[in-house]
């Protein structure tokens, strides 16, 4: 953990799939105003896609770089979660002399078992399970 960083706080966004053990980023699409993460299961369970309508912004980072977000934002408490405190948003937040642009902003990680993606929005994401 970083010094004098305190752990996130965070909450499990509810998923159409639970993954046996971790999940792992398969791929990440940005296209205008539309974030895709898709998500798959390391035992072959059904990929998931986690769409972010609009996003403020995003970054992928080793899970090793995000020791302050664990062990609240690892499984078994979920794969998606949203950062209530001390995230990257607050992080940003912090070093702005003036507000975000978008006040209601949200931070939220889609972590895997290496990388993982934190996307700031305004809007919570949708989350679809891809037929095999």
Known sequence: M?????????VAVPTPIAYRGAAEIAAIHYATCQLE??????????????????????????ERDLSEYWPVCSAPNGWV?????????????????IPLFFPNAREYLVAGLNECVSVIATQPPTLCVKSP
């Open 2 to 10: 970083k010094p004098n960083r305190p752990t996130v706080t965070a």
């Open 37 to 62: 993460v898709t998500v798959a299961g390391c035992y072959g369970e059904a990929d998931c896609v986690v769409t972010f309508a609009d996003p403020v912004g995003f970054r992928v980072l080793d």
């Open 81 to 97: 979660f949203e950062i209530t405190a001390h995230g990257w948003l607050s992080e940003e937040s912090a070093h702005r002399p």
